[in-house]
T-cell receptor
Framework: EAGVAQSPRYKIIEKRQSVAFWCNPISGHATLYWYQQILGQGPKLLIQFQNNGVVDDSQLPKDRFSAERLKGVDSTLKIQPAKLEDSAVYLC????????????FGSGTRLTVV | EDQVTQSPEALRLQEGESSSLNCSYTVSGLRGLFWYRQDPGKGPEFLFTLYSAGEEKEKERLKATLTKKESFLHITAPKPEDSATYLCAVQSTGRRALTFGSGTRLQVQP
């Protein structure tokens, strides 16, 4: 079974620039999550999708972050404009259903904002 | 608000020296407690899910236990390849996403 695919693996941008990350979940997984992991901390949820609808985006900084999941499969997370404090690993995860069964993480995208 | 606290932050063991990692949690209603292993540059890798107090699960040298307030990850006779960060997370009945602790960085020296 293929895992959760993310790209790019690394990205370095200057502050105030924009950046986008892509995620392809495990086939058949209806629930998709984006987490932010700052160095030395555990992952923190940014947004959760059920199919192509948003379930939880309470911790997403909506003034600069946006995410979409068209057709209920792939998802993109965008930051515009980026700040220094956005430097982190952005992890995508998917699960078979909203209960979290089969919860699987991708390898993440490491973002450095300079 | 769900909260997870892990201790110690870092642990250094000699190969074969058994120990335990602690995960204390506060949650309105527990659906599940998850343990993950994370290697540098990789995403968290699933280890266990525990659902109710008194439950135990084992995998090779790892054993996870759960009480109403905390979970322990026991590592028996660890090997250098067990070196990683171990993350604990809770899933509440009212929220499907996971709330993570900051992790315990384990280093096992030969």
């Amino acid at each position: 079974e293929a895992g959760v695919a993310q790209s790019p693996r690394y990205k370095i941008i200057e502050k105030r620039q924009s950046v986008a990350f892509w995620c392809n979940p495990i086939s058949g997984h209806a629930t998709l999550y984006w987490y932010q992991q700052i160095l030395g901390q555990g992952p923190k949820l940014l947004i959760q999708f059920q199919n192509n609808g948003v379930v939880d985006d309470s911790q997403l900084p909506k003034d600069r972050f946006s995410a979409e999941r068209l057709k209920g499969v792939d998802s993109t997370l965008k930051i515009q404009p980026a700040k220094l404090e956005d430097s982190a690993v952005y992890l995508c995860a998917s699960s078979l259903d909203p209960t979290g069964y089969g919860y699987t993480f991708g390898s993440g995208t490491r973002l450095t904002v300079v | 608000e769900d909260q997870v606290t892990q201790s110690p932050e870092a642990l250094r063991l000699q190969e074969g020296e058994s120990s335990s990692l602690n995960c204390s949690y506060t949650v309105s209603g527990l659906r599940g407690l998850f343990w993950y292993r994370q290697d540098p540059g990789k995403g968290p890798e699933f280890l266990f899910t525990l659902y109710s107090a008194g439950e135990e699960k084992e995998k090779e040298r790892l054993k996870a236990t759960l009480t109403k307030k905390e979970s322990f990850l026991h590592i028996t006779a660890p090997k250098p390849e067990d070196s990683a960060t171990y993350l604990c997370a809770v899933q509440s009945t009212g929220r499907r996403a996971l709330t993570f602790g900051s992790g315990t960085r384990l280093q096992v020296q030969p």
